[in-house]
């Protein structure tokens, strides 16, 4: 049975008060000359039309009058279980509160690691300044100096600049991966923000995270 909406119902309605009014006329038009056979067309068919939305009208209400029914039958269902199911409406009310408050303490967790991912890419920027001031420019391989890219070479070993918000980016759509591997977000991919030096950054802080995490 298709859903039968109210609005749907008193439309089908109007049509058949309409086409009733069609047929009063057509009726006195032919009660008035009954040797017309125009008269005796426009009853005719306001006849068939009259009695065709009639149907469609009856049908129509006693299906929406079904369908009323059950939807009284599953609101009186549902009040009997809300009452019923008191414990369950309160523990759906503390769990989603509690849900958000971890929401929130991740939320602030990810802008104070922001924040420490960009302070480091700065202080990675601002120690690549001071080399370059001094003159030191890994051109020709030395242990130190400041790179064209804007990472920093400090006694031998690579300093890169950090795309903060891939390595958060990434971390999510592992620890995702974890708990739903179908999920989208676990698929989780970006071009590299900052260059190819922040992408070495991003993997390099992501790999240190990995150690962390598995200890």
Not at 22 to 50: C, I, M, P, W
Not at 115 to 137: C, M, P, Q, S, T
Not at 145 to 169: F, N, Q, T
Not at 202 to 210: F, G, S
């Amino acid at each position: 049975m298709i859903a039968v909406t109210t609005e749907q119902l008193e439309q089908v309605e109007r049509e058949a008060e309409q086409a009733q009014g069609v047929l009063r006329e057509a009726e006195r038009e032919y009660a008035a000359n009954r040797a017309s056979q125009t008269a005796y067309g426009k009853h005719k068919d306001a006849v068939e039309a009259a009695d065709h939305v009639a149907v469609r009208a009856r049908l129509l209400r006693q299906d929406w009058e079904v369908q009323e029914e059950g939807r009284q039958r599953r609101a009186e269902e549902g009040e009997a279980a809300a009452l019923e199911m008191g414990r369950d409406v309160d523990g759906l009310a503390a769990s989603r509160a509690a849900a958000v408050q971890a929401v929130v303490a991740a939320g602030s967790a990810m802008r104070a690691a922001l924040d420490a991912l960009a302070e480091h890419d700065e202080r990675v920027r601002v120690v690549g300044a001071k080399l370059a001031a001094r003159g030191l420019r890994c051109w020709d391989g030395e242990p130190t100096g400041a790179s064209l890219d804007g990472s920093v070479w400090m006694r031998g070993e690579l300093w890169p600049l950090v795309d903060g918000g891939a390595v958060l980016g990434r971390l999510l759509a592992e620890v995702v991966a974890e708990a739903y591997p179908r999920h989208p977000l676990a698929r989780f991919s970006a071009p590299p923000y900052g260059g190819v030096t922040a992408a070495k950054g991003r993997d390099e802080v992501l790999a240190l995270v990995r150690a962390e995490r598995g200890r």
